[in-house]
């Protein structure tokens, strides 16, 4: 079946510093590819998309890079802060075709935030 | 509060009992999605609506699950004889126009099968 792989499962940065987290997906059909960050028991929280007709996206200190040839996406997140500390999901999916919309997610990655 | 909500929050059940967990979405939206998520794996798709209409149904999803979304607004998940491996966090989410619009979530409903 489809399939969405993410790196590293963990990531302990200190604050000020720079995250990266990437995913790889398999469907080669997919373009849509949504972020979600989720917090200790809470419900998961969209932070960014981006769709397959854009390379890059920018939101303050968050950016989502996409290289369609490669099926490789990431996200960036700058000048860290310890309310950036979370897990977070990358998800890819299709808009048309069988299946669309079903977002296939990744693993998360436990970000950790040190002061 | 005018985002997507679920009841309960949290279900405890015997082995062979059946749940039924409830999911009210944003207003106006049309499409409805279940998933289900375990302990430290991110959320796997179950079924989704578009409207009152079912589209499409997980492979994994045992026939043990049914959902409905009558009338195109809320939406019921309902597990019957449940199993100690349906124990997960059942999210709802949903989206307004075609697939692929931005999907929210509600806060979950933790079953645990004892």
């Known amino acids: 079946g489809e399939n969405v792989e993410q790196h590293p499962s963990t990531l302990s940065v200190q604050e000020g510093d720079s995250a990266v987290i990437k995913c790889t997906y398999s469907?080669?059909?997919?373009?849509?590819f949504p972020w979600y960050k989720q917090e200790l028991g809470k419900r998961p929280q969209l932070i960014i998309d981006?769709?397959?007709?854009?390379g890059e996206k920018k939101d303050q200190r968050i950016a989502v890079t996409l290289n369609k040839t490669a099926k490789h996406f990431s996200l960036h997140i700058t000048e860290t802060q310890p309310e950036d500390s979370a897990v977070y999901f990358c998800a890819a999916s299709r808009t048309y075709g069988g299946s669309q919309g079903n977002l296939i997610f990744g693993k998360g990655t436990k970000l950790s935030v040190k002061p | 509060d005018t985002g997507v909500s679920q009841d309960p929050r949290h279900k405890i059940t015997k082995r062979g009992q059946n749940v039924t967990f409830r999911c009210d979405p944003i207003?106006?939206?049309?499409?409805l999605y279940w998933y289900r998520q375990t302990l430290g794996q991110g959320p796997e798709f179950l079924t989704y609506?578009?409207?009152?209409?079912?589209?499409?149904k997980s492979r994994l999803l045992s026939d043990r699950f049914s959902a409905e979304r009558p009338k195109g607004s809320f939406s019921t998940l309902e597990i019957q004889r449940t199993e100690q491996g349906d124990s997960a966090m059942y999210l709802c989410a949903s989206s307004y126009g075609l697939a692929g619009f931005k999907q929210y979530f509600g806060p979950g409903t933790r079953l645990t099968v004892t």
């Open positions: 609506f578009q409207n009152e209409a079912q589209l499409e």
């Open positions: 207003s106006e939206h049309n499409r």
């Open positions: 981006i769709r397959s007709n854009v």
């Open positions: 469907d080669s059909a997919s373009n849509y």
